[in-house]
């Protein structure tokens, strides 16, 4: 929604000839030319734009964490070396204030260890927290796509913008010659004392600000160009040139209802928040592992300098090892845990009513694009009604003010409304395919 609002507004806010002030300079010059279809734009920016970027890092390192999950299966292996001066041992026979004797002591100690264990049974943790990094590890992944979506949108918005101010170009340099061969007819005419001077200089005066029109348009194209090849990873300075034809509409024959059920099914929201679900149901089958048992098979192996161990002791180095299964059980869980399963039970319930509130805006969403959609399409069948009107009206106008049968305040807004005319038919047209691409953004197929 926040880029559906913010980039509308570049035709929503346009002034009376469908144009964006320009604010600032523009100062950048445009070296390099290459010629992208919208695909392609969309290609460009999945590879090259950093907030994609980012993104895939946060799937790597998820990777990393699922790997890490799944080696807790394997079994630990650890060693450890000891090597220690022991210190004279008194012997308090006749009590601490009499002078002890002493014992013979080995003052040199040595150990060596090494060991092995598995963890054979935990209630199911490391499974849980292996599925727990399959399930997170898929979010980063539907976050991506989303992000990569926002993207695109953001990028079709400039593309469209790039395209529209080139044609608006186009009307305005056609819209200049026709003023100024009408402008010529004009001194013509006030040399043979026809017309006022004060019609010369009006027309004169209109078209100056024709011309500055076109300048501002010459500048909003290349502050939109810098913007679309900065968002898809392009030098900033490379000229952008649309390749397709952008003005045929995306007419679908399917219906509100065909939309709302693939936006069930595909749209980003729906889809993160399903694994949020799962992901919070994972949480509690861990924390309920932790009132069971755990079993642990284990093996081992040490040298150790001496031996006092069993009796009798020797100055000697011997080794010893062992291996069998050991089972814990934390007893305190049986009253420390519930809490905790309340808790996770808690965010399940919490969870589940995101996703009816995810479920309810989804619809409203895609209710909103698509009647907006439908509504750009007709805006684009009263377009082209009103250039037919506006040029049958400047047509009978310009006739009879050449014949002194009208003023000039009418010739020129007879001008100016065919001019508009023709920037509202090229601003319809652009809009409804981004009304078209906001509706496929928001059911997850852009």
Same mark, same amino acid.
Not at 6 to 16: A, Q, R
């Given at each position: 929604m926040y880029y559906h609002q913010?980039?509308? =507004?570049?035709? *929503?806010? =346009? #002034? $009376?000839l469908g144009l964006q002030p320009v604010v600032g300079k523009a100062n950048c010059v445009l070296k390099d030319t290459i010629k992208l279809s919208l695909r392609q734009v969309w290609q460009q920016a999945e590879t090259y734009n950093k907030s994609v970027q980012i993104r895939q890092l946060e799937i790597r390192k998820n990777e990393e964490k699922l790997k890490n999950a799944r080696a807790e299966r394997l079994p630990e292996i650890k060693s450890s070396t000891k090597y220690a001066r022991v210190s004279d041992?008194?012997?308090?026979? /006749?009590?601490i204030f009499n002078k002890p004797l002493y014992g013979n002591i080995i003052h040199n100690y040595f150990q060596l260890n090494a060991e092995a264990s598995m963890v054979l049974y935990n209630g199911e943790k490391i499974k849980t927290r292996i599925k !727990?990094? !399959?399930?997170?590890?898929? $979010?980063s992944t539907i976050e991506k796509d989303l992000t990569a979506s926002d993207i695109k949108f953001k990028a079709t918005a400039f593309y469209l913008e790039l395209e529209r101010n080139k044609l608006f170009k186009d009307l305005i340099l056609v819209n200049i010659e026709e003023q100024k061969k009408r402008l010529d007819q004009m001194r013509e005419l006030f040399k043979n004392g026809v017309i006022l001077r004060s019609d010369v200089l009006r027309a004169e005066l209109h078209l100056s600000r024709q011309q500055m029109l076109l300048t501002e348009i010459e500048n909003t194209i290349q502050i939109n160009n810098q913007k679309l090849a900065v968002l898809i990873g392009l030098p900033e300075e490379t000229e952008? &040139?649309?390749?397709?034809?952008?003005? @045929?509409?995306? +007419? #679908? #024959? &399917? $219906?509100? %209802? %065909?939309y709302l059920t693939e936006a069930l099914s595909h749209a980003f929201g729906i889809r993160i928040s399903e694994k949020e679900m799962e992901l919070k149901t994972l949480e509690l089958k861990e924390i309920k592992s932790n009132a069971l048992p755990k079993v642990v098979a284990y093996t081992e192996y040490g040298y150790t300098y001496p031996q006092i161990l069993f009796y009798p002791y020797e100055a000697s180095l011997y080794g010893l090892g062992q291996a069998g299964i050991k089972v814990?059980? @934390? *007893?305190? =869980? *049986?009253?420390? /845990? +519930?809490h905790k399963v309340k808790a996770a039970e808690i965010s399940?319930?919490?969870?589940?009513?995101?996703? &009816?509130?995810?479920? %309810?805006?989804? &619809?409203?969403?895609? +209710?909103?694009a698509y009647v907006r959609y439908k509504e750009s399409l007709q805006r684009i069948e009263v377009s082209e009604q009103n250039i037919r009107q506006a040029k049958e009206t400047y047509r009978i106008v310009y006739n009879t003010y050449f014949n002194q049968l009208a003023?000039?305040?009418d010739l020129l807004d007879a001008d100016t409304q065919l001019l508009q005319s023709r920037f509202d038919m090229t601003t319809a047209q652009i809009r409804a395919r981004l009304e078209y691409y906001y509706l496929m953004k928001t059911i997850g197929e852009l």
């Open positions: 913010k980039y509308l =507004s570049i035709f *929503l806010l =346009s #002034s $009376i041992m008194p012997l308090y026979e /006749n009590g !727990e990094g !399959e399930v997170e590890r898929d $979010i952008i &040139k649309p390749e397709e034809d952008i003005l @045929t509409a995306d +007419n #679908s #024959s &399917k $219906i509100y %209802d %065909d814990s059980y @934390t *007893l305190s =869980s *049986l009253y420390q /845990n +519930n399940i319930e919490k969870q589940h009513l995101a996703h &009816k509130d995810e479920e %309810d805006a989804l &619809k409203v969403q895609v +209710n909103e003023l000039l305040t």
